[in-house]
């Protein structure tokens, strides 16, 4: 999906890693499990960046090849959001996109030819809000 590392949270990386080992999951070989293989998971007292686009996230990208940009939230399966800024974290697109920060660009796979995807802005973080709002130790 992307060369350039990746960062989780501890809470989002143990919320996808319950995704894999569940039913939820249907195919074991997906690639959230590589990219989870391959991450950076921050320490459980990191305050996470603004700028990481993490579960639950609304991020804006641009689709390098068309110059299109919208906004889309990376969501959990089954997760309520507009339909047409939800994205799935076990879809590619939301696959490809988790744990990376603002200015990477991913490739996204998809009918016979592959997609450059560039992060261009981290509009709203939950856990970039949270953790804002915890006192420094």
Same mark, same amino acid.
């Given at each position: 999906?992307? @060369?350039?590392?990746?960062?989780?949270?501890?809470?989002?990386?143990?919320?996808?890693?319950?995704?894999?080992?569940?039913?939820? +999951?249907?195919?074991?070989?997906?690639?959230?499990?590589?990219?989870?293989?391959?991450?950076? $998971?921050?320490?459980?007292? /990191?305050?996470?960046?603004?700028?990481?686009?993490?579960?639950?996230?609304?991020?804006?990208?641009?689709?390098?090849?068309?110059? @299109?940009?919208? @906004?889309?939230?990376? $969501?959990?399966?089954?997760?309520?959001?507009?339909?047409?800024?939800? *994205?799935?974290?076990? @879809?590619?697109?939301?696959?490809?996109?988790?744990? +990376?920060?603002?200015?990477?660009?991913?490739?996204?796979?998809?009918?016979?030819?592959?997609?450059?995807?560039?992060?261009?802005?981290?509009?709203?973080?939950?856990?970039?809000? /949270?953790?804002?709002?915890?006192? *420094?130790?």
């Amino acid at each position: 999906m992307t @060369e350039t590392p990746i960062y989780l949270s501890r809470y989002d990386h143990s919320r996808l890693r319950d995704i894999l080992d569940s039913a939820t +999951c249907a195919n074991p070989a997906h690639g959230l499990a590589g990219e989870l293989g391959r991450a950076i $998971v921050l320490p459980a007292h /990191a305050r996470v960046p603004a700028t990481l686009a993490t579960v639950d996230s609304r991020v804006l990208i641009e689709n390098l090849g068309t110059g @299109e940009i919208r @906004e889309v939230a990376l $969501v959990l399966p089954g997760h309520s959001h507009p339909a047409d800024v939800a *994205v799935s974290v076990l @879809e590619d697109l939301g696959t490809a996109l988790l744990g +990376c920060s603002v200015g990477d660009v991913v490739t996204v796979p998809g009918n016979g030819r592959a997609t450059s995807m560039k992060l261009l802005r981290v509009v709203q973080s939950p856990l970039a809000g /949270a953790a804002a709002r915890l006192p *420094v130790n």
